[in-house]
């Protein structure tokens, strides 16, 4: 522990405390921005991961589009439900003053997380649609002692429920020995 907080240190890492340097081991996710995120409360989706495969947004929102074209009767990729995860499990809120302008520009109600995660989501196809077509069941917000939130949907057309933890699952769920990649 007192390598890595000097390791950090000369980075100019400031650890208020050691129990920070020990969490590090089981992180899995950082959400960051060097600067803007301190100075203007502002973060961006710049790359996705499924599995092994790191993608541009851009380059996530043309294979989305290729998926939808290949699979018109509705076959859903991991990249499908990264989006749809990202758009439903959202506290986020887009103006709807400013619906009309570019997704860049759009005002967002919301923390700077769920922002740049909506803003993402809707750089792969339209949140409001997606959000017509679910319906929220249940829902338990994020806190610090659990570490997660929990959003119960059901779809419009009651044919299926699904459940989603976009935040610390490893609180609830043990480590995955399988995993969803873009492929399937």
């Known amino acids: 522990m007192t390598i890595s907080a000097n390791m950090m240190r000369k980075n100019k ?9 020990e969490s590090l ?25 499924l599995g092994n495969e790191r993608m541009s947004v851009k380059q996530a929102h043309d294979a989305l589009v290729l ?6 009767s509705g076959t859903h990729n991991a990249l499908d439900q990264l989006r749809s995860l990202a758009g439903l499990c959202n506290a986020a809120e887009f103006d709807a003053a400013t619906r009309r302008l570019p997704i860049e520009q759009r005002t967002i109600y919301g923390d700077a997380t769920d922002q740049a995660i909506l803003r993402f989501s809707e750089q ?3 949140v409001a649609e997606l959000r017509r077509c679910w319906q929220t069941k249940y829902e338990l917000a ?10 119960a949907l059901g779809l419009v057309h009651p044919d299926g429920k699904s459940m989603s933890l976009p935040s610390d699952t490893a609180a609830v769920f043990e480590p995955a020995d399988i995993l969803l990649t873009i492929k399937g």
């Open 13 to 21: 890492i400031l650890c208020k405390s050691l129990k920070t340097v």
């Open 67 to 72: 998926n939808q074209a290949q699979n018109p």
């Open 124 to 126: 792969l196809g339209s």
């Open 142 to 151: 994020f806190n610090s002692k659990n570490k997660y939130m929990i959003r």
């Open 25 to 49: 081991g089981s992180v899995s996710v950082i959400c960051s921005d060097k600067t803007g995120t301190l100075t203007q409360n502002k973060m961006t989706v710049i790359d996705c991961a």
